[in-house]
């Protein structure tokens, strides 16, 4: 923080930690899904003036995470903006 490179405030930021999903084998999916799209829908507002209104929507009005994924990742294939993913994967509910 106190030396920032050439690179601070280039990135996009898109952060999971799935130790916040729960963890009962019967209603992980169902949490895992509503997580990531809760982070997606966060993400896609907070940065919603470097997209097209219409993907925005698109993002928001989609309810399966790897589908809003897929709009998020087409909306910036050809754009000069870039996504930095930081995942904190916590694989007790992967088990």
């Given at each position: 923080?106190?030396?920032?490179?050439?690179?601070?405030g280039k990135y996009f930021i898109l952060s999971f930690n799935f130790s916040e999903v729960l963890k009962d084998k019967d209603k992980v999916q169902d949490d895992f899904n509503n997580y990531c799209s809760i982070k997606i829908d966060s993400f896609i507002k907070r940065y919603s003036e470097f997209f097209e209104k219409e993907a925005v929507a698109r993002i928001l009005r989609e309810e399966v995470a790897h589908v809003k994924l897929q709009l998020l990742s087409e909306s910036l294939?050809?754009?000069?903006?870039?996504?930095?993913?930081?995942?904190?994967?916590?694989?007790n509910f992967a088990n």
């Open positions: 923080m106190q030396n920032p490179t050439a690179e601070q294939k050809n754009s000069s903006n870039k996504i930095y993913l930081m995942i904190d994967e916590y694989d």
